[in-house]
């Protein structure tokens, strides 16, 4: 699961929206590898729809086994976490979360879920606790994950 934010870049001057090079990619070999991939975002799973159908890289809704808004929850709510796992049928150990902020990876770890920080240009900064609490990375290409993540 992870927020949209940290697959986007915005151009200004289009109406569609940039993907970062390394998502596709990335979601293609986790999904070859026999991983769904769901988004969680505080952005309504129509606009989720939206943002994924009219990329610059073309439709890309195929990627994505479901989609989540806050009607599930809060994202700094462990209970919405937990919701997720309930919803999509397995326990919140089996889940990655990628977040670019450190109060939505505490709820999701609160809850048991595995978490990955993602820093893009632009994120808020992270302190110093925040890096060493934290799995960080820059790029999804940095994560391997498999059938137990």
Not at 56 to 80: C, Q, W, Y
Not at 107 to 120: H, I, T, Y
Not at 127 to 132: I, L, P, V
Request: hydrophobic share 35%.
């Amino acid at each position: 699961i992870f927020d949209h934010r940290n697959t986007l870049h915005f151009n200004i001057y289009s109406h569609r929206k940039q993907v970062y090079p390394d998502v596709v990619p990335a979601i293609r070999c986790w999904r070859r590898g026999g991983l769904k991939v769901f988004i969680y975002s505080s952005g309504s799973v129509e606009a989720q729809k939206l943002l994924f159908g009219y990329s610059v890289e073309g439709h890309l809704l195929d990627l994505f086994d479901g989609h989540f808004d806050t009607n599930i929850g809060a994202k700094v709510e462990s209970k919405s976490y937990e919701n997720i796992a309930e919803r999509i049928g397995c326990q919140p150990e089996e889940i990655m979360f990628l977040t670019d902020l450190a109060r939505e990876a505490k709820a999701a770890e609160d809850a048991g879920v595995n978490v990955a920080v993602v820093v893009r240009p632009g994120n808020t900064e992270l302190t110093g606790e925040e890096r060493s609490r934290y799995r960080v990375i820059t790029s999804f290409n940095q994560l391997k994950l498999s059938g137990n993540v």
